[in-house]
């Protein structure tokens, strides 16, 4: 079983390039979500998605944009890089009421 | 979403059973409380979650006070494998909408062989 995957594992940007963070989901999930993990700060939410076409905001939207196209893919894309975007992106995703989400390994993003 | 404390780390023999505690006072009755754990530069992991009873899966059991103001999750035979950050979490039970987890900074288990 696949579960959650993400890719690249790691990357490394310079100031003011644009990339795509992929994350799929093989479980049929409804539910999609992005978080960066930075050191003593814990997982802040991006951006989620309930569902193909349905994207909004969490925290930190600021920077990041999201589109769900197919219920399986939910890329995460950087429009401009900057160096507080380095850190490691997780995604995640659900189905319905009161299940637990279950997240990839991550991506390790540095913005030189 | 109510707040959770847990220490910050804690250690365990192998084989031996690990408890490890969090305090969620102000849990609200339609609250429910999950516990993750994270092992290093992996994704989160799920353990077990529970509203009020006791709950037991392959992984750990939960055990709820009766006034649903702290809990403990129980890994019964601890082993290496186990070494990790372990995350509770209480969170409203919800359908769709912005389900931000709040994972904080959970405790930091070090099994001893």
């Known amino acids: 079983n696949a579960g959650v995957t993400q890719t690249p594992k790691f990357q490394v940007l310079k100031t003011g390039q644009s990339m795509t963070l992929q994350c799929a989901q093989d479980m049929n999930h409804e539910y999609m979500s992005w978080y960066r993990q930075d050191p003593g700060m814990g997982l802040r939410l991006i951006h989620y998605s309930v569902g193909a076409g349905i994207t909004d905001q969490g925290e930190v939207p600021n920077g990041y944009n999201v589109s769900r196209s197919t219920t399986e893919d939910f890329p995460l894309r950087l429009l401009s890089a900057a160096p507080s975007q380095t850190s490691v992106y997780f995604c995640?995703?659900?189905?319905?009421?009161?299940?637990?989400?279950?997240f990839g390994d991550g991506t390790r993003l540095s913005i030189l | 979403d109510a707040k959770t404390t847990q220490p910050t780390s804690m250690d365990c023999a192998e084989g031996r059973a690990a408890n490890l505690p969090c305090n969620h006072s102000t849990i609200s009755g339609n609250e429910y409380v999950y516990w993750y754990r994270q092992i290093h530069s992996q994704g989160p992991q799920y353990i077990i979650h529970?509203?009020?009873n006791n709950e037991t899966n392959e992984m750990a059991s939960l055990i709820i006070t009766e006034d649903r103001k702290s809990s403990t999750l129980i890994l019964p035979h601890a082993t290496l494998r186990d070494t990790a950050v372990y995350y509770c979490?209480?969170?409203?039970?919800?359908?769709?909408?912005?389900?931000?987890?709040?994972f904080g900074t959970g405790t930091r288990l070090t099994i001893i062989p």
């Open positions: 979490i209480v969170r409203v039970a919800r359908d769709f909408g912005n389900e931000k987890l709040t």
């Open positions: 995640a995703s659900r189905n319905r009421y009161n299940q637990p989400q279950h």
């Open positions: 529970g509203l009020k």
